[in-house]
């Protein structure tokens, strides 16, 4: 591996107003590698969407109006193979499905597309039953572990969940304040539901039987300038800290854990970044969106 591609994770956090007690580390994770181009050497322009699984990556490639997805072996991704669709025209978010399709949100049509295994358009994510709302425009959504979809719904400010049939089976409220700009949502195995708001850099959750969300532990400014990121791993929130270019570790309670990365644009370094994920055997992906690539780190621990 060369030089460039060895950069530490134990970075000094950018001077953005984070206090000194921020550096505390609950979380390590290490800088492995930086991907540019897809297999036709296209740059990649302003990604902001990534997620994987133990075997495929697939990046919202923003700027370029595609999806770009890439096989993962032994911490190493093959060419990425371009995938544009005339149903997506500006992907954000995105999720893996088991067999290998794909859940992307676009957000010019403002719905949730579904492309099959072998990359063609199958359908859009539709809200059926009396507990849907008229109207839903998607910010954010997760799948859990048994299939169901949680939408993140800034009309109605609740997270609907969703089954196989694209039934609302489920609607959980978010705090009617209008301050409060909630930008994602995570999933734990337990079936407990997280929230964040970006703008009071505030965590909240629902468990199984809760109709709304209730805050856990106190505002976090002090640690993140402005969250739109949320991921559950090894008991662990995952915060992806957009202006403040890192990643915030976080427990179940909301207490901060501990900070890692900074702004910049070395290899290991971000610069106003997106959405992450992070596959079962601790590789975390990010979309750097400011320098138009994607980065992988390992999760020592």
């Not at 994510?125 to 009396?130: A, L, M, N, P, T």
């Not at 809760?210 to 915060?239: C, E, H, I, W």
């Not at 959405?275 to 979309?287: L, S």
Request: charged share 25%; glycine share 10%.
């Amino acid at each position: 591996m060369s030089p460039n591609r060895r950069v530490s994770s134990l970075i000094a956090l950018v001077a953005a107003g984070l206090p000194a007690g921020a550096a505390a580390q609950g979380m390590v994770v290490k800088h492995e590698l930086s991907i540019y181009r897809d297999e036709k050497d296209v740059g990649l322009r302003r990604p902001e969407g990534i997620a994987c699984n133990g075997s495929t990556v697939v990046v919202s490639d923003t700027g370029n109006g595609r999806l770009v997805r890439f096989a993962l072996r032994d911490r190493n991704l093959s060419p990425g193979l371009p995938l544009r669709l005339d149903e997506v025209k500006w992907p954000s978010r995105v999720e893996v499905l088991a067999g290998g399709g794909i859940l992307v949100l676009d957000q010019k049509s403002r719905s949730i597309v579904r492309i099959d295994a072998s990359g063609k358009f199958a359908g859009r994510v539709e809200y059926k039953g009396d507990a849907a709302p008229k109207d839903v425009v998607p910010a954010a959504f997760k799948l859990d572990e048994a299939g169901t979809l949680y939408v993140l719904d800034i009309v109605s400010r609740s997270v609907l969940a969703l089954d196989g049939s694209d039934a609302v089976v489920r609607r959980i409220e978010l705090p009617k304040e209008r301050t409060a700009v909630f930008t994602d949502v995570a999933v734990d195995a337990a079936g407990t539901v997280y929230a964040i708001d970006a703008v009071g850099a505030t965590v909240w959750s629902a468990k199984k039987a809760d109709a709304a969300f209730q805050q856990v532990g106190r505002s976090l400014k002090d640690y993140m300038n402005f969250p739109v990121g949320l991921s559950v791993v090894r008991g662990t929130l995952l915060a992806v800290d957009q202006n403040g270019s890192g990643l915030v570790a976080l427990g179940l309670d909301g207490a901060y854990r501990g900070r890692q990365l900074a702004m910049g644009w070395s290899e290991g370094l971000l610069y106003y970044p997106a959405q992450a994920c992070i596959t079962p055997t601790g590789e975390v992906f990010v979309a750097d969106r400011g320098n138009s690539r994607i980065q992988l780190f390992t999760l020592l621990k």
